[in-house]
Protein backbone atom coordinates (compact mmCIF):
# COMPACT_ATOMS: atom_id res chain seq x y z
CA UNK A 1 0.00 0.00 0.00
CA UNK A 2 1.62 3.47 -1.04
CA UNK A 3 1.94 5.89 1.51
CA UNK A 4 2.75 9.66 1.45
CA UNK A 5 3.92 11.20 3.92
CA UNK A 6 4.72 15.02 4.31
CA UNK A 7 6.24 17.01 7.23
CA UNK A 8 5.49 19.12 8.84
CA UNK A 9 1.90 18.82 9.41
CA UNK A 10 1.78 22.71 10.47
CA UNK A 11 4.27 25.91 10.09
CA UNK A 12 4.50 29.27 11.25
CA UNK A 13 6.76 31.41 9.27
CA UNK A 14 7.79 35.19 9.31
CA UNK A 15 7.35 37.10 5.49
CA UNK A 16 10.78 37.12 4.35
CA UNK A 17 11.82 34.04 5.40
CA UNK A 18 12.61 30.21 3.61
CA UNK A 19 11.63 27.17 4.74
CA UNK A 20 11.12 23.74 2.79
CA UNK A 21 8.32 21.22 2.89
CA UNK A 22 9.16 17.52 2.73
CA UNK A 23 6.95 14.74 1.08
CA UNK A 24 8.04 11.49 1.39
CA UNK A 25 6.36 7.69 -0.45
CA UNK A 26 7.05 4.41 0.32
CA UNK A 27 6.77 2.93 -3.48
CA UNK A 28 7.77 3.35 -6.78
CA UNK A 29 5.27 6.08 -8.52
CA UNK A 30 4.55 7.36 -12.03
CA UNK A 31 4.52 11.11 -11.24
CA UNK A 32 4.22 13.55 -8.06
CA UNK A 33 2.19 16.77 -7.67
CA UNK A 34 1.86 19.74 -5.49
CA UNK A 35 -1.53 21.38 -4.81
CA UNK A 36 -2.35 24.47 -2.47
CA UNK A 37 -5.78 24.30 -0.93
CA UNK A 38 -7.03 27.83 0.66
CA UNK A 39 -9.80 27.37 3.69
CA UNK A 40 -13.26 26.35 1.88
CA UNK A 41 -11.97 25.55 -1.42
CA UNK A 42 -10.46 23.39 -3.88
CA UNK A 43 -7.29 22.16 -4.61
CA UNK A 44 -5.02 24.40 -7.12
CA UNK A 45 -2.49 22.43 -9.16
CA UNK A 46 1.24 24.22 -8.35
CA UNK A 47 3.58 21.38 -10.02
CA UNK A 48 3.82 18.56 -11.49
CA UNK A 49 6.96 16.20 -11.31
CA UNK A 50 7.46 13.78 -13.79
CA UNK A 51 10.98 12.44 -13.44
CA UNK A 52 13.96 12.39 -11.00
CA UNK A 53 16.21 15.22 -10.44
CA UNK A 54 13.17 16.97 -11.74
CA UNK A 55 12.94 20.96 -10.18
CA UNK A 56 10.02 23.36 -11.19
CA UNK A 57 10.15 26.92 -9.96
CA UNK A 58 7.17 29.53 -9.92
CA UNK A 59 7.52 32.89 -8.03
CA UNK A 60 8.28 31.79 -4.47
CA UNK A 61 7.96 28.49 -4.58
CA UNK A 62 10.48 25.55 -6.45
CA UNK A 63 9.54 21.57 -5.97
CA UNK A 64 12.18 19.16 -6.50
CA UNK A 65 11.75 15.12 -6.85
CA UNK A 66 14.18 12.59 -6.09
CA UNK A 67 13.10 9.10 -6.87
CA UNK A 68 15.76 7.20 -5.69
CA UNK A 69 15.30 8.81 -2.17
CA UNK A 70 11.29 8.82 -2.88
CA UNK A 71 11.80 12.43 -1.72
CA UNK A 72 9.89 15.49 -2.87
CA UNK A 73 10.47 18.96 -1.64
CA UNK A 74 8.47 22.30 -1.71
CA UNK A 75 10.97 25.09 -0.98
CA UNK A 76 9.44 28.22 -0.14
CA UNK A 77 12.07 31.45 -1.01
CA UNK A 78 11.07 34.96 0.97
CA UNK A 79 7.49 34.08 2.16
CA UNK A 80 4.81 36.50 1.79
CA UNK A 81 1.36 36.35 3.47
CA UNK A 82 -0.44 35.47 -0.06
CA UNK A 83 1.47 32.41 0.77
CA UNK A 84 -0.49 31.27 3.70
CA UNK A 85 -2.64 27.91 2.58
CA UNK A 86 -2.28 24.23 2.70
CA UNK A 87 -0.05 22.42 0.96
CA UNK A 88 -0.27 18.62 -0.40
CA UNK A 89 1.65 16.83 -2.16
CA UNK A 90 0.22 13.55 -4.03
CA UNK A 91 1.86 10.57 -5.62
CA UNK A 92 0.06 9.13 -8.59
CA UNK A 93 0.17 5.58 -9.23
CA UNK A 94 -1.90 4.36 -12.17
CA UNK A 95 -3.89 7.23 -12.06
CA UNK A 96 -5.10 7.03 -8.34
CA UNK A 97 -3.50 10.01 -6.40
CA UNK A 98 -2.74 9.42 -2.85
CA UNK A 99 -2.14 12.54 -0.72
CA UNK A 100 0.00 13.31 1.97
CA UNK A 101 -2.04 14.96 5.35
CA UNK A 102 -1.14 18.22 4.28
CA UNK A 103 1.11 21.28 5.54
CA UNK A 104 -0.71 24.09 6.75
CA UNK A 105 1.50 27.23 6.30
CA UNK A 106 0.63 30.41 8.01
CA UNK A 107 3.12 33.11 7.30
CA UNK A 108 3.20 35.89 9.43
CA UNK A 109 3.84 39.54 9.01
CA UNK B 1 -11.78 26.86 -21.10
CA UNK B 2 -14.64 26.43 -18.50
CA UNK B 3 -13.23 24.60 -15.38
CA UNK B 4 -14.20 21.30 -13.63
CA UNK B 5 -17.93 22.10 -11.89
CA UNK B 6 -19.50 20.44 -9.76
CA UNK B 7 -23.45 19.98 -8.22
CA UNK B 8 -24.91 21.39 -5.74
CA UNK B 9 -22.10 23.07 -3.86
CA UNK B 10 -23.57 22.28 -0.59
CA UNK B 11 -26.00 19.71 0.71
CA UNK B 12 -27.59 18.65 4.09
CA UNK B 13 -28.90 15.40 4.20
CA UNK B 14 -30.41 13.05 7.26
CA UNK B 15 -28.90 9.38 8.61
CA UNK B 16 -30.21 6.92 6.22
CA UNK B 17 -31.09 9.25 3.19
CA UNK B 18 -29.12 8.71 -0.06
CA UNK B 19 -27.47 11.55 -2.31
CA UNK B 20 -26.22 11.55 -5.39
CA UNK B 21 -23.46 14.53 -6.69
CA UNK B 22 -22.74 16.00 -9.94
CA UNK B 23 -20.00 16.62 -11.66
CA UNK B 24 -18.96 18.27 -14.93
CA UNK B 25 -15.39 17.65 -16.81
CA UNK B 26 -13.52 20.39 -18.54
CA UNK B 27 -14.70 19.66 -22.38
CA UNK B 28 -12.71 16.89 -23.85
CA UNK B 29 -11.26 15.46 -20.59
CA UNK B 30 -12.83 11.72 -20.76
CA UNK B 31 -11.67 10.77 -17.30
CA UNK B 32 -13.09 12.10 -13.80
CA UNK B 33 -12.00 10.58 -10.65
CA UNK B 34 -13.41 11.59 -7.04
CA UNK B 35 -12.19 11.60 -3.95
CA UNK B 36 -13.17 12.49 -0.29
CA UNK B 37 -11.47 15.35 2.03
CA UNK B 38 -12.94 14.81 5.55
CA UNK B 39 -10.91 16.66 8.84
CA UNK B 40 -10.01 13.45 10.25
CA UNK B 41 -8.91 11.03 7.07
CA UNK B 42 -7.73 13.45 4.87
CA UNK B 43 -7.80 13.34 0.95
CA UNK B 44 -8.86 9.60 -0.15
CA UNK B 45 -9.62 8.75 -3.43
CA UNK B 46 -12.81 7.36 -4.23
CA UNK B 47 -12.96 5.74 -7.66
CA UNK B 48 -11.82 6.95 -11.39
CA UNK B 49 -14.13 6.75 -14.41
CA UNK B 50 -12.97 6.64 -18.12
CA UNK B 51 -15.53 6.22 -21.19
CA UNK B 52 -18.42 5.28 -18.77
CA UNK B 53 -16.36 2.81 -17.19
CA UNK B 54 -14.91 2.23 -13.84
CA UNK B 55 -10.96 2.04 -14.18
CA UNK B 56 -9.71 2.30 -10.36
CA UNK B 57 -11.60 2.19 -6.74
CA UNK B 58 -10.33 3.47 -3.37
CA UNK B 59 -11.52 1.72 -0.05
CA UNK B 60 -14.81 2.78 -0.01
CA UNK B 61 -17.57 0.35 1.10
CA UNK B 62 -20.44 -0.17 -1.45
CA UNK B 63 -22.42 2.47 -0.32
CA UNK B 64 -20.39 4.62 -2.46
CA UNK B 65 -20.52 4.23 -6.10
CA UNK B 66 -20.70 5.96 -9.44
CA UNK B 67 -21.21 6.31 -13.13
CA UNK B 68 -20.15 7.94 -15.92
CA UNK B 69 -22.34 8.90 -19.24
CA UNK B 70 -21.49 9.26 -23.08
CA UNK B 71 -20.44 12.79 -22.73
CA UNK B 72 -17.94 12.37 -19.81
CA UNK B 73 -20.44 13.95 -16.31
CA UNK B 74 -20.15 11.44 -14.04
CA UNK B 75 -22.31 11.60 -10.80
CA UNK B 76 -21.32 9.72 -7.72
CA UNK B 77 -24.18 8.49 -5.31
CA UNK B 78 -23.81 7.30 -1.66
CA UNK B 79 -26.52 5.53 -0.15
CA UNK B 80 -27.43 4.80 3.63
CA UNK B 81 -25.69 7.62 4.91
CA UNK B 82 -23.71 7.98 7.94
CA UNK B 83 -22.65 11.26 10.00
CA UNK B 84 -19.30 9.93 9.00
CA UNK B 85 -20.17 10.96 5.51
CA UNK B 86 -20.29 14.29 5.96
CA UNK B 87 -17.25 16.14 3.82
CA UNK B 88 -16.31 17.67 0.86
CA UNK B 89 -16.29 15.67 -1.83
CA UNK B 90 -14.12 16.30 -5.06
CA UNK B 91 -14.02 15.41 -8.59
CA UNK B 92 -11.25 16.22 -10.69
CA UNK B 93 -11.25 15.58 -14.40
CA UNK B 94 -8.30 14.79 -16.66
CA UNK B 95 -7.13 14.11 -20.45
CA UNK B 96 -6.30 10.16 -20.86
CA UNK B 97 -3.60 10.69 -23.31
CA UNK B 98 0.39 11.98 -23.29
CA UNK B 99 2.82 11.62 -20.16
CA UNK B 100 1.65 14.27 -17.68
CA UNK B 101 -1.53 12.92 -16.27
CA UNK B 102 -2.67 15.74 -14.25
CA UNK B 103 -6.00 16.11 -12.57
CA UNK B 104 -7.62 19.52 -12.40
CA UNK B 105 -10.01 19.69 -9.39
CA UNK B 106 -13.88 20.86 -9.57
CA UNK B 107 -14.95 23.45 -6.03
CA UNK B 108 -16.41 20.52 -4.39
CA UNK B 109 -19.54 19.41 -3.01
CA UNK B 110 -19.50 20.06 0.85
CA UNK B 111 -22.43 17.08 2.51
CA UNK B 112 -23.43 17.85 5.79
CA UNK B 113 -25.12 14.70 7.56
CA UNK B 114 -27.10 15.44 10.49
Known amino acids: ELKVEQNPLFLSMQEGKNYTIYCNYS?????LYWYRQDPGKSLESLFV?????AVKQEGRLMASLDTKARLSTLHITAAVHDLSATYFC?????????FGSGTQLTVLP | KAGVTQTPRYLIKTRGQQVTLSCSPI?????VSWYQQTPGQGLQFLFE???????NKGNFPGRFSGRQFSNSRSEMNVSTLELGDSALYLC?????????????FGPGTRLTVT
Open chain 1, 90 to 98: AVDKSRQLT
Open chain 2, 49 to 55: YFSETQR
Open chain 1, 49 to 53: LLSNG
Open chain 1, 27 to 31: TTSDR
Open chain 2, 92 to 104: ASSLTGGIVYEQY
Open chain 2, 27 to 31: SGHRS
